[in-house]
């Protein structure tokens, strides 16, 4: 009997689930909604329930289960598995470890959503088993994860690898949802794209693509690759700062990997090669050699087949 390990990515609005072999292959995964009701007291249950219901949908004993880990969206303390703060769930100073082995009898590992999005990349992922590399995930906000010879940067209380919010702009930038100005997130992320669009739309006359439709990151993309002019200033802007952004975390790490997920790294080419010339700009010589800007290749299954590392790790599987 194939043991399995139980790899789980807990968002705002889906949890996704999988069960994944100790070589990383995904064996089934399906996911169930997020029930934040009542500052989310009910989501370790579900969670439970849901994996018993489905190993037993796929005949499998509970004793095929060697340890799960989760990600969830928010700084990890390391050692106890606590969340400090999860500000889309409901939780603060959550002990989510303890619940969900209490609720699952597995040995439990917890981290950060992008981190475990990080290492699923450097397993089954766009990483190829690099030892060191860079992560980023562009989505509603910007997400970030260092791995240093094989493992996680989590910093002294779980906030390693939050490139999103270096300071970018250090006067009269955009406020962050984390309260500060000017963070990388306010300009690269969808919700910055868009911010920073709309400003051009209504500062600036020209014609352009965009006055047509709903302002979207994919729309102000499509766009650029079309040739409108306003849209491809939006465009630099945005990757402008992320390879600045990058050369600058880059040069700390030396990454022999820098990979690029989340929604907006679906523009493809047209994103790496500009962020790339950027990078190249601000990197280190030797850093800018020795690093590759590529693409995320996993999509929305990093984040469970970097849960299922973590769990692998646990128990050295």
């Not at 689930?17 to 989310?40: C, L, Q, S, Y």
């Not at 329930?49 to 390391?78: D, F, M, N, W």
């Not at 699952?104 to 089954?124: C, H, I, R, Y």
Request: charged share 20%; hydrophobic share 45%; with cysteine.
């Amino acid at each position: 009997m194939e043991p399995w390990l139980v790899g789980i990515d807990l968002g705002g609005t889906t949890i996704k689930m999988a069960f994944v072999t100790t070589e990383g292959d995904i064996v089934h995964k399906w996911e169930i909604p997020t029930n934040t009701a009542n500052r989310g007291e009910h989501i370790v249950a579900d969670i439970a329930r849901s994996l018993e219901k489905t190993l037993a949908q796929l005949g499998g004993a509970k004793e095929r289960l060697l340890a799960a880990g989760i990600g969830a969206p928010g700084p990890v303390e390391e050692e106890t598995g606590m969340l400090y703060e999860t500000v889309n769930i409901g939780w603060t100073n959550y002990p989510l470890k303890q619940r969900l082995e209490e609720a699952t009898g597995l040995p439990v590992s917890v981290d950060n959503d992008a981190n475990l999005a990080a290492l699923g990349e450097m397993w089954k992922g766009a990483g190829g088993g690099a030892r060191h590399l860079l992560f980023v995930t562009l989505g509603t906000g910007v997400g970030g994860g260092v791995i240093a010879n094989g493992a996680i940067v989590r910093g002294i209380n779980g906030a390693g690898g939050e490139i999103g919010h270096m300071t970018m702009i250090p006067d009269g930038g955009a406020r962050c949802n984390c309260g500060k100005t000017g963070c990388l997130e306010t300009i690269a992320s969808a919700t910055g794209i868009v911010r920073i669009a709309k400003e051009k739309l209504t500062a600036d006359e020209r014609p352009s693509e965009l006055r047509n439709g709903d302002v979207t990151a994919k729309a102000v993309f499509d766009a650029a690759k079309a040739g409108d002019a306003l849209a491809l200033e939006v465009v630099d802007e945005a990757t402008y700062y992320l390879g600045w952004a990058l050369a600058n975390a880059a040069n700390v790490t030396n990454p022999e990997k820098i990979v690029i997920g989340g929604g907006v790294s679906k523009a493809g080419d047209m994103l790496v090669e500009r962020v790339a010339a950027h990078f190249r700009r601000f990197a280190f010589p030797r850093v800018a050699a020795g690093a590759k800007l590529v693409l995320a290749t996993l999509g929305n299954d990093a984040g469970v087949i970097g849960a299922a590392w973590l769990a692998k790790e646990l128990v050295g599987a």
